[in-house]
């Protein structure tokens, strides 16, 4: 009978809402986080702002997975790659969440340009959605942002999800939801970056993010936040040997519980200097 119970949890809201939301786990916390940071950056910002690979510098790939409140049914995985190029930066995602009986999937490709103080970028996504015994959906979403280098340490920007269309294929009446972004990281040092960010998802309150990461020496790291919607705090512990980076992290919901995640991290040789 469980699996009845999350077919009704995730069915309704799309019975019943106009506008709705492509799952923003609790890892939005930390794959996003590194966006507005030069140091501090990997393969998952361009998620937190398309913008950031404008200033990519090197190859970058990962892979991020988390049990959200430890249900087997409500897992998340996504998986990023940054390249730089000419002038800017290019970036491949793939997202997806659920069980056999309910999932969303999520194919994304982004760029980013370096105008000077500005970078800008874009990212195209195909969304499918399927339940069990209801059928299969997609949609096509876009993604835009923009970044301003405030100074050497500080920057911040605004990230733009699907801000029109997102209507699904076969149920014209349904779309995915707008969310809109604003953020500021500041490197207060070589060794700390904090960053705080504004989101705005339709049909929800307003939720800010803040996130504070720490490097110890250069193979280790910490990462703690709070996400002021729910009262969510989430902690991360990151270890780097040599090109690879290893993440445990955890997230704590007051009623649900918690949500550990895990991720794994590639980076390349440094090509611009």
């Known amino acids: 009978m469980k699996w009845c119970f999350y077919c009704l949890l995730f069915f309704f809201p799309y019975s019943l809402l ?10 939005a916390m930390f794959t996003g986080s590194g966006a507005y940071s ?7 910002s361009f998620l937190g702002n398309q913008a950031s690979l404008g200033n990519i510098s090197q190859t970058v790939a990962g892979i991020y997975g988390e049990r959200k409140y430890m249900l087997e049914e409500l897992n998340f995985t996504t998986a990023a790659v940054g390249i730089p190029v000419t002038g800017g930066g290019v970036g491949l995602a793939v997202k997806y969440f659920g069980w056999s009986q309910y999932n969303e999937s999520q194919i994304g490709a982004a760029y980013g340009k370096n105008l000077g103080k500005v970078s800008i970028g874009v990212q195209f996504n195909y969304t499918m959605l399927r339940i069990a015994g209801y059928g299969s959906d997609a949609a096509f979403t876009t993604e835009a942002g923009t970044i301003w280098q405030i100074s050497d340490r500080v920057q911040a920007g605004i990230q733009v999800i699907n801000p029109v269309g997102g209507k699904f294929r076969n149920n014209k009446e349904e779309k995915i939801a707008s969310v809109y972004k604003t953020a500021i990281g500041w490197e207060t040092s070589s060794v700390l970056y904090i960053s705080a960010e504004i989101v705005k998802e339709e049909n929800r309150p307003a939720n ?16 703690a936040g709070i996400a002021t919607a729910i009262n969510a705090p989430f902690l991360s512990a990151g270890w780097k040997w040599k090109n690879l980076r290893t993440d445990i992290m955890g997230n704590y919901h007051p009623r649900l519980g918690i949500t550990p995640g895990l991720s794994i991290s590639f980076f390349g040789k440094n090509i611009k200097g």
Do not use: E, G, M, T
């Not at 106009?18 to 890892?27: E, F, L, R, T």
């Open 18 to 27: 106009s506008a709705q939301s492509v799952h923003y786990p609790p890892s």
């Open 38 to 44: 030069q140091a501090f950056s990997d393969a998952f």
């Open 208 to 223: 800010i993010l803040v996130n504070a990461q720490y490097r110890f020496a250069d193979c280790f790291f910490a990462r």
